[in-house]
């Protein structure tokens, strides 16, 4: 039996690919290809689809979707109030162990980006992992983005999740020494672990290339995926840029229920809103994208060196600054909104304070 690992990273189409193996759930296990559960809710899932009873339903439910993220969430001994009430790590992989030994599948897929935390942990996670099925063959596949892109996204994300970060034009030091721009800390682990494994280690660059990451994931790894299998639209939505310092202040000056109205108001696409293009708005300034550069150059030398190849050849548009600066782009957007259209009252007079002044 052959095991693929899908071991991130963040913000690379790793939902979209999950949502992918979740709707393609019984199709890829009558091909001997399963996409296993860990807990009830996706055994209660898996067996509707085998009875046709629904084989997409679930897709938005997030145990069903991205069970593997449950479990990496577990093994890192955390349980995100979004993923709900899970079994315990060991009644979780009894029951990977007991689809392998029902359902007698030729390959298996593991696909988590949250897995791409497991390498620095003191614990050895990946040797565990690895444990649970201890005679397979492995397969590893893991995408990274060029870091001042990737970082940017992330601190999207983390914004999304409500979380009270600094602004990026204030540093990336809380990020340095860790798998978000460390890739040589997420990655080494893995490689140490799996000697003989081949492993995928892609640019975001060629995933778009590729039309996306399931385009990507099919065509890279040597899964022999059957044709025609139904491919879902875009899983993750994202702020725009112009939008991420109103949101950070937000989350930061805001009670949990405004800030959670705020951060849905800039991701509704009838807001009427024509904020900067992503593309030009720069969130770092020059001296710290010189500082990026000088950080990230041996880790990218690492990256070379393991996958022989330049790895990311535009690496030299880290130090690149981008036209618009994050504060002009928050002003101009600040200009369009009429607070009048935010349901939310506090959220409302934030607006306005934001409006009178915008750099505070």
């Not at 189409?13 to 296993?36: C, E, K, M, V, W």
């Not at 778009?208 to 022999?224: C, H, I, N, P, R």
């Amino acid at each position: 039996m052959k095991v693929v690992i899908h071991f991130g990273h963040h913000k690379v189409g790793s939902t979209a690919l999950q949502a992918f193996l979740s709707r393609n759930h019984r199709r890829l296990l009558d091909r001997g290809i399963l996409y296993p559960a860990v807990e009830s809710e996706g055994l209660c899932h898996a067996l509707a689809g085998a009875l046709k009873k629904g084989d997409a339903a679930g897709l938005n439910d997030i145990n069903i979707r991205e069970p593997h993220n449950a479990l990496a969430f577990r093994m890192l001994g955390q349980t995100p109030a979004w993923h709900g009430d899970l079994p315990a790590v060991a009644q979780m992989i009894r029951t990977l162990r007991l689809q392998v030994r029902y359902l007698k599948p030729h390959t298996v897929l593991l696909c988590s980006e949250v897995m791409s935390h497991f390498g620095p942990h003191p614990q050895n996670l990946i040797a565990r992992l690895k444990a649970i099925f201890p005679d397979a063959e492995y397969e590893l596949y893991c995408v990274l983005r060029r870091p001042d892109d990737y970082l940017v996204s992330w601190h999207g994300q983390r914004l999304r999740f409500g979380h009270r970060v600094p602004a990026l034009r204030d540093g990336i030091a809380p990020y340095a020494d860790t798998i978000h721009f460390d890739y040589h800390k997420l990655l080494a682990p893995w490689v140490a672990q799996f000697p003989q494994a081949p492993i995928h280690v892609r640019p975001y660059g060629d995933i778009l290339k590729a039309g996306g990451s399931v385009q990507d994931f099919m065509a890279t790894t040597s899964v022999a995926f059957p044709r025609r299998l139904t491919r879902p639209g875009q899983a993750n939505a994202s702020f725009p840029r112009a939008a991420m310092e109103i949101i950070r202040r937000g989350n930061r000056d805001l009670e949990r229920p405004a800030a959670q109205a705020l951060r849905g108001y800039f991701m509704s696409p009838t807001n009427g809103l024509k904020p900067a293009p992503n593309s030009d708005v720069e969130m770092f300034g020059a001296a710290h994208r010189a500082e990026m550069a000088a950080l990230f150059a041996p880790i990218h030398d690492y990256l070379c060196a393991l996958t022989g190849s330049d790895f990311f050849p535009d690496i030299d548009r880290v130090t690149q600054c981008r036209p618009i600066p994050e504060t002009e782009a928050m002003g101009d957007l600040l200009a369009q909104i009429d607070p009048a259209t935010l349901a939310d009252a506090d959220a409302r007079d934030f607006i306005r304070r934001l409006q009178h002044a915008p750099a505070a």
